[in-house]
């Protein structure tokens, strides 16, 4: 079953949003069998819709159309649609009571235009809206499947969860189960280098790989018998790619770095703090992100004067004037530092030169050294980063994470 | 003109990321007069490219490809182009040059898959990636004009901006222009009913409003002809929108909130320090994220323990136990504690409950204490915010930031 999903909507092609609806479904649909071959957008135009809508039902089997089903003259999908089926609009009776209802229970006036979201082309079964006012439908056409779903999110979800995803399940023979192991400290190229003959020898499962802020994503996604098991056709496969690139692989269940290092925190009952430079707050602010990290979380500093370096974290003024602030050196008196102050089982350390300024000849923009203090001693990582200030940022926290997961999966290695 | 932007690759289609590209280059254009009609997403896949390719060439003047330049197999995107407009693939020697120096600056060995990137339709115009290794190129092909990008935001959006939009700019008989009045502090419905009649009465400019992230913008654009001034057009406009909504308007250059304190730092020469407990860092990550802010930022401390609050900041004890850590009182004594340690002009404190857990009856998720301690005295607020843990966070940023902005605007209020 092939499926293409159509927005409509002019903000969307003025930029105002993107389109995450489409990503949205996109990643439901292959779950129940479904591939998603195409995304469209096209504006609140009748023409254009037609003649999109046209093309989708003669290479899909199922569209889906978000958008341009609210009260307003700017909404013209059930029009369009119906006119593209030569069906007549008619009204549904309950869409109208709930509508009311709607307005009632909120004290508010239900204004004349809202009666156009209560007409639908003749023959399509409704899908409940329970969060907002505009119903959408599912049409059956000449072995086609249109579904027209609102577009703001918060609607657009419940709706496809609750009926939308149910109603293709039922109809589908087989499913399809991805993994996604994630990869760190490996460039992409070298990922595919490593696995090419997988790639390519491959029909079920399939293999990809992309990276994106700094990993490697590898998926593998497996074409099953509705009854069957999709994970007996990838396990096979995981293993042979953690063989090749071994404990790089840092998830399997779509896990972030920071999320799996977290995890390791939880589980191995080890506190943190964190002491930054370059990073700003970024660091301490990832780990915070994930909820339920005060168990383990005891405090961050973020010094960047050379004089909050030595009365926050007791850096030596000489360490500081010999070394430099951006220092294998200075690292490492700063994660032991931030572990003597806070008492915690790690300190982590981070100071580089992010950019735009603050470089030398010696010192170039993306140099950072990161420090990781323990109970029985400290290790230390010299970094050469590239992009710009937020990429650098970015990158360096991603190294500490995968710095904390080795540490607290191999202790010994740090000894 | 028109436009159709055309994205490439099956990890869109598999809704792993959403369609950013499209919606960033449509934002763009229409400021030089070109429309966005289309968006389209197709996968790796040479058949359905060609057929989307032609598709989008019999309709719009300019196809914006994005994604499919890299190094790895899936990459079809300049492949399948030549083959639509039988043109032959060529080597670059300039890229190839470009390629080695990246890799051998990294001291990382290229792989030969990279040499693909090398190879462009030929004719076409390269446009350089400062940021990656991928070049993108230009090509004019039969009156149409057809533009091929990476897929990384990160690389696409510097040589869309350096090389794309001026190379259309030059080509426009007219130009749009825009300014962006930022709001914070007042809801978006409240900002519509003030300016409704501005909106409705309107042409050119024309003027939109829209919510986003916790404040809202104004969007007024005008349309002049190309040895114009738009401003003319959009200043009279601009001082009626100030008149209606004050000092509620924080920026009309686009800058964020955090943008706009920080400069207020660097121009009255004011230095600040942070102390953070429930945003856990996102506030001094977010200040230093303003390159040149070590200037004015001396350090933050994220005191997620009430110890370490108390030995970090010198918060007393009596206090947490009398009125928690999450209270006007300890929110003061943050702010005054990380100004004495640091010695800094202000210090600025967040406390408060930023969920899943931690709720009590009295002190709900989204109660948020706010002070900013300074030369004679300290002001406190409360906040009652509202959303998941990344929005609660994320809002009580903003209130941070919005308040250095009016205390360094209009000190006197602070007294």
Redesign the interface.
Known sequence: MKAEIL?VGTE?????????N???????L?EIGI?????????DNPE?LKQ?LR?AMSRADIIILTGGLGPTQDDITKETVAAVLERKLVLDRTSLEQMEKFFRNRNREMTKNNLKQAWFPEGCTIIRNSTGTAPGCIIEDKGKTIVLLPGPPSEMKPMFEETVMPYFASKSEYRLE?MYLRVFGI????V??AIMDL??GQTNPTI?????DGEV?I?VTAKYPKNGDGMDLIRPVEDEIRRRLGDAVFSNDNSSLVKVAAKLLFEKKKTIS?A?SC???????????V????EV?????????N??KM??LGVRQETLERYGAVSEETAVEMAVGIRN??GTDIGISVTGIA????ATDEKPIGLVYTALAHRDGVTAKKL?L??????I?NMACLHVFDMIRRYLTRPEDFN
């Open positions: 927005a969307l092609l003025m930029g105002q949003i993107a389109n995450t489409a990503q949205y479904i996109s990643s439901r292959p591939g998603v071959y195409y995304h469209g957008v096209v504006g254009r999109s093309l991805s460039g992409e190229s070298s595919e280098d790639i390519d990809a790989s992309y990276a994106r994503t998926r964190v930054e990073t700003g707050g970024l660091l301490a602010a990832k780990l915070t992100d909820p339920g990290i005060s979380f005891d405090r961050a500093v973020v010094t960047y004067s004089r909050s009365e926050q102050v806070s950019g735009p300024g603050g050469h590239w992009g710009n200030r937020a990429k940022r």
